[in-house]
């Protein structure tokens, strides 16, 4: 079964850092496109990052780029995400998620989320 | 790009069709449009991609159409537990982004 587990999630202050992983199983971890995308629940989704199979090229959305670092490890068949100076406004549940087919929009497989929540 | 769907509630009854549309800004690949559904407290489902393409295990009550900028989700014979929050999806390369829709409420 196609699985991904997202960790790391909590409260932190403005400013904070928290490091977020996700666990896959059930597939070639190495062969696919990943991503991370938020929701704050009641709004819809926010794309967040995206990672090329081997690891070598990274992008972000406007709101992130410069703070969050989106990563891999194939070996351990995990995703991360760290995220630095952290703002209210990141405040979200945040899924990992597997790109099914590079070229084509189809986000196949979601985890079921980690919360993150940034207050004083 | 922004997507803009409507409408932005709708109530039917059981056994009826759904037709949920999503629009545009401005034309883009088709391959980047996609459908998903998400029911309270859970993640979004992949239900079409590339615009009419049903993704894995979809049962063929939903279907995806469109072009340009106007895109449909249609959904026959509608069951109770199709209740959900329906939303479609984009892709731009500059700067990069996957937008999503504001979402289409189904209730049944």
């Known amino acids: 079964e196609v699985q991904l587990v997202e960790s790391g999630g909590g409260l932190v202050q403005p400013g904070g850092s928290l490091r977020l992983s996700c666990a896959a199983s059930?597939?070639?971890?190495?062969?696919?496109?990943m991503h991370w995308v938020r929701q704050v629940p009641g709004e819809r989704p926010m794309w967040v990052s995206r990672?090329?199979?081997?690891?070598?090229?990274?992008i972000y959305a406007d709101s992130v780029r410069g703070r969050f670092t989106i990563s891999r490890d194939n070996a351990k068949n995990t995703l991360y995400l760290q995220m630095n100076s952290l703002r209210a406004g990141d405040t979200a549940i945040y899924y990992c998620?597997?790109?099914?087919?590079?070229?084509?929009?189809?986000?196949?497989?979601w985890g079921q989320g980690t919360l993150v929540t940034v207050s004083s | 790009i922004v997507l803009t769907q409507s409408p932005d509630t709708l109530s039917l009854s059981p056994g009826e069709r759904a037709t949920l549309s999503c629009r545009t800004s401005?034309?883009?690949?088709?391959?980047?449009l996609a459908w998903y559904q998400q029911r309270p407290g859970q993640p979004p489902r992949l239900l079409i991609y590339?615009?009419?393409n049903r993704a894995t295990d979809i049962p063929d009550r939903f279907s995806g159409s469109g072009s340009g900028t106007d895109f449909t989700l249609t959904i026959d014979r509608l069951e109770p537990d199709d209740s959900a929050i329906y939303y479609c999806?984009?892709?731009?390369?500059?700067?990069?982004?996957?937008?999503f829709g504001q979402g289409t409420k189904l209730e049944i």
């Open positions: 999806q984009h892709h731009t390369g500059s700067p990069p982004d996957y937008p």
């Open positions: 401005r034309a883009g690949n088709t391959n980047y």
């Open positions: 590339a615009a009419s």
């Open positions: 998620v597997r790109d099914l087919t590079e070229d084509i929009v189809d986000f196949d497989c």
């Open positions: 059930g597939f070639n971890f190495g062969a696919y496109w």
């Open positions: 990672i090329n199979p081997e690891g070598s090229a990274t």
